[in-house]
């Protein structure tokens, strides 16, 4: 009897375990071993197709159901033998960045940088990015960017939600920005 106890035991534990490698909480993983990254992103999100790579996107995944959220990486060259700390401080990226994204769209749009961090997993330097986005014929939206430079490139992670929905997802896109690994 004891036997046959600590063996339902066990593979209740086993399966428990397993199911953690899925993901976290809602959260699948994405592994590209091509480029050296990967993240976590929402359960019922699909990868999409790129509309102008040109611009360094690597990848976009977008809700199925929520079409304003969505989540992109970005791939792009740095001077040789720069590191992420030589590019200037979390805040001096964050703007810089900002500065980017609102000259790529409409010139009427508001752009609000909320604040910025940074942290450093396995060695590696992150900086992480919040900003609101308010472009003139939509919703504003909310989104959390995590920055890393590795073997010669910037990597960009965002995701993003409408302001409205953003204390509903808030937990679940800090989790996935965190995430975000280059190797």
């Given at each position: 009897?004891?036997?046959s106890l600590?063996?339902?035991?066990?593979?209740?534990?086993?399966?428990?375990?397993?199911?953690?490698?899925?993901g976290v909480g809602g959260l699948k993983q994405y592994v590209d071993s091509?480029?050296?990254?990967k993240f976590l992103y929402p359960n019922g999100w699909a990868a999409v197709e790129v509309q102008d790579a040109s611009e360094g996107v690597d990848i976009v995944f977008r809700d199925i159901i929520e079409r304003s959220e969505n989540l992109s990486v970005i791939i792009s060259d740095v001077p040789k033998g720069k590191t992420l700390e030589s590019l200037g401080t979390p805040s001096e990226v964050g703007y810089r960045f900002l500065k980017r994204t609102n000259a790529r769209g409409e010139s009427e749009r508001e752009v609000e940088f909320i604040k910025a961090g940074s942290y450093?997993?396995?060695?590696?330097?992150?900086?992480?990015?919040?900003?609101a986005v308010a472009p003139s014929d939509r919703e504003k939206q909310h989104n959390i960017?995590?920055?890393?430079?590795?073997r010669g490139k910037l990597f960009t992670f965002s995701i993003s939600t409408s302001e409205q929905r953003w204390q509903n997802v808030r937990d679940l896109f800090e989790v996935a920005a965190k995430s975000f690994t280059v190797y």
């Open positions: 009897m004891w036997k600590v063996t339902v035991v066990l593979l209740l534990v086993s399966i428990s375990l397993s199911s953690c490698s899925v091509l480029d050296g990254y450093e997993t396995e060695g590696q330097q992150y900086y992480i990015l919040e900003y960017a995590t920055v890393a430079v590795s």
